[in-house]
């Protein structure tokens, strides 16, 4: 069964929670009455969070993390896998660990997004060699604490490499396809990338283990034009057995996004796969 998650700041405040930082529990609140099943949260680092009594508040409300955001940190911070300085690669290293530590009492998986951005000129298999080794050892610490890692498919204005599903499936082959790793992707990026939408998701196969909705203008879905039922169903006839978590914009406004998630995805629940799958007309990419 896919379950449903929306993002929500616990720490700083981020452009994809509808709530604050400050509101983190009113956060948890909505979640739990618009019917999601678990939140997916930022935390950019360890300094005012106790992840024990995140955990309680979470389980306070029936609910479930299924993923640690970890982006903020490379905005914040300038945190890189790809620094060219060593100390910042190790401080990005550690923040990794620190992030799987905390996933390991969540249950949840760690996201790499934009942690793997290089922020200098790159071509494409230099940036997989140094991306692999600076993912190495904290593959090696997840592998040891039972956590799976998802790298994200990010399009290719934010991110100088892996920017579709095919790129990502063959730098998941290239690192040794570990079993604890797998693919975030996410609708927004790939209605730039990704020419079919049906054939990536069949490409990833079991490697796509988390997904990430917001419509066409990264906008709440309905107010651009992908057709989610269509993805839903794509998902459903693929066997996907991940979670879908809510990442868009508060566009068009946070009171959207809060009022309109629980009928949203009420009605992606409600779907099956009997209707017409998507055509090769469908989902060109609108770059």
């Known amino acids: 069964m896919i379950k449903f998650s929306a993002t929500l700041t616990c720490q700083y405040d981020a452009i994809f929670s509808p709530f604050s930082a400050t509101d983190f529990h009113l956060g948890l609140a909505w979640l739990k009455k618009s019917g999601f099943d678990a939140a997916e949260l930022c935390i950019a680092d360890y ?8 955990a309680k508040a979470l389980a306070r409300q029936g609910l479930e993390c299924t993923t640690i955001a970890s982006g903020q940190a490379r905005k914040r911070e300038g945190l890189s896998l790809l620094a060219k300085d060593p100390v910042v690669l190790q401080r990005t290293q550690q923040r990794i660990y620190r992030h799987i530590d905390a996933a390991a009492i969540l249950g949840s998986y760690v996201t790499i997004g934009s942690l793997r951005a290089a922020g200098y000129p790159l071509n494409a298999e230099h940036y997989r060699h140094l991306l692999a080794q600076g993912l190495s050892p904290c593959l090696d610490y997840a592998q040891k604490c039972g956590v799976t890692l998802i790298i994200e498919a990010l399009n290719r204005y934010e991110m100088e490499h892996l920017n579709n599903a095919a790129e990502m499936v063959s730098f998941v082959d290239f690192i040794g396809a570990p079993s604890h790793v797998g693919i975030l992707w996410d609708v927004f990026h790939a209605n730039i990338e990704d020419p079919h939408f049906a054939s990536a998701i069949q490409l990833m196969g079991t490697r796509l283990r988390h997904v990430h909705f917001a419509d066409s203008n990264r906008a709440f879905p309905g107010y651009g034009h992908l057709s989610f039922d269509d993805i839903y169903r794509q998902l459903l006839h693929c066997g996907y057995q991940g979670a879908i ?43």
């Open 47 to 54: 300094n005012d969070i106790d992840i024990q009594t995140i």
């Open 245 to 287: 978590s809510l990442e868009c914009l508060n566009r068009p406004s946070a009171e959207v996004v809060i009022e309109e998630s629980g009928p949203f995805i009420q009605r992606l629940r409600q779907l099956s796969v009997a209707k017409p799958l998507m055509s090769k007309t469908q989902y060109q990419p609108q770059c």
